[in-house]
């Protein structure tokens, strides 16, 4: 079963910027390695929210109105890696963040694996 593991969220100030990273190991249960990843987040009593998303190639992006111009996402295909480059933060962006692994969209039912989540806290 594919596993991912998220990684490099915190606390940070308005305005500052976070890296996470997203890495994957193990295979899907057909066998398959490449797939697409997508980044979600979810505050506690809301719903989960897409964020972002990159397909295997890593050259068609996606991202939601609330993160574009800000977030930059990218992967590392030859190391199973995503990244959400996330700058000019705001206090709407505390959440904790999801990394997943499926079809490339905008959809949690695109997404077959899911991470842990790692938790970004954004203060005044």
């Known amino acids: 079963q594919l596993q991912l593991v998220e990684s490099g969220g915190g606390l940070v100030q308005a305005g500052g910027s976070l890296r996470l990273s997203c890495t994957a190991s193990g295979r899907t249960f057909n066998g398959f390695t490449r797939y697409d990843m997508g980044w979600f987040r979810q505050n506690p009593g809301k719903e989960r929210e897409f964020v972002a998303a990159?397909?295997?190639?890593?050259?068609?992006?996606l991202y939601a109105n609330p993160v574009k111009g800000r977030f930059i996402i990218s992967r590392e295909t030859a190391k199973n890696t995503s990244y959400l480059q996330m700058n000019s933060l705001e206090l709407e962006d505390t959440a904790t963040y999801y990394c997943?692994?499926?079809?490339?969209?905008?959809?949690?039912?695109?997404?077959?694996?899911w991470g842990q989540g790692t938790q970004v806290t954004v203060s005044s």
């Open positions: 990159v397909n295997w190639g890593g050259d068609n992006l």
């Open positions: 997943a692994a499926g079809r490339w969209g905008t959809l949690e039912t695109n997404y077959y694996y």
